[in-house]
């Protein structure tokens, strides 16, 4: 499988929406979360797909394809306070138990 | 209570110190987590503990050992650090029994080693 990738930054405009894609590896994946975190604060909880399709909480809404080991957040009508990281976290199962681990981030900045 | 508090929120120490971290939760959950996070860098999955028992230890240096007394406390032991392990360490909870889709992490502690 490939490795965990999403991209690094991204820039909206206020009021839009942006899609953050991930795409990661296989072996003894179980499920994909996201995680959320301003600068200085500590990683939240935003959505998980454990089935393939489209979960939507709100405005975020996150999309899993096992067949394509690729998953998006889609974020709408952006406000400043979106500025922040976001974290794709697959979950793995092995040794008993489960384990995260996360991309590299996006560093989203929403602007006026 | 969905919290996970930390303490000490921040913390100075030098190479020759021994200091700890705690951790508690009170949402028994039975899977507790250890993460070191760089500036502009990922959470780094260290230690995972599931019913009190060290599960996973991911290769981390034996100056920094876990302890997990009971099901709402996690420590972080530390002792002869070196100044590349200043870092956020966070802690985090989730139930046991299923994959971790949803992690509560606590604010963490800013540790800085001189």
């Known amino acids: 499988g490939q490795s965990l990738e999403q991209p690094s930054e991204v820039t909206a405009v206020e009021g839009a929406i942006v899609q953050i894609n991930c795409t990661y590896q296989t072996s003894g994946f179980y499920g994909l979360s996201w995680y959320q975190q301003h600068d200085g604060g500590a990683p939240t909880f935003l959505s998980y797909n454990g089935l393939d399709g489209l979960e939507e909480t709100g405005r975020f809404s996150s999309f899993l394809s096992r067949s394509d080991s690729y998953g998006y957040l889609l974020l709408q009508e952006l406000q400043m306070k979106d500025s922040a990281s976001y974290f794709c976290a697959p979950a793995y199962s092995g040794a008993g138990s489960y384990q995260l681990t996360f991309g590299k981030g996006t560093k989203l900045s929403v602007i006026p | 209570d969905t919290e996970v508090t930390q303490t000490p929120k921040h913390l100075v120490m030098g190479m020759t110190n021994k200091k700890s971290l705690k951790c508690e939760q009170h949402m028994g959950h039975r899977a507790m987590y250890w993460y070191k996070q760089k500036a502009k860098k990922p959470p780094e999955l260290m230690f995972v503990?599931?019913?009190?028992?060290?599960?996973i230890n991911e290769s981390v240096p034996s100056r920094f050992s876990p302890e997990c007394p009971n099901s709402s406390l996690l420590n972080l032991h530390l002792h002869a650090l070196q100044p590349e392990d200043s870092a956020l360490y966070l802690c985090a909870s989730s139930h046991a029994q299923a994959p971790p889709k949803t992690q509560y992490f606590g604010p963490g502690t800013r540790l800085l080693v001189l």
């Open positions: 503990y599931s019913y009190e028992k060290l599960s």
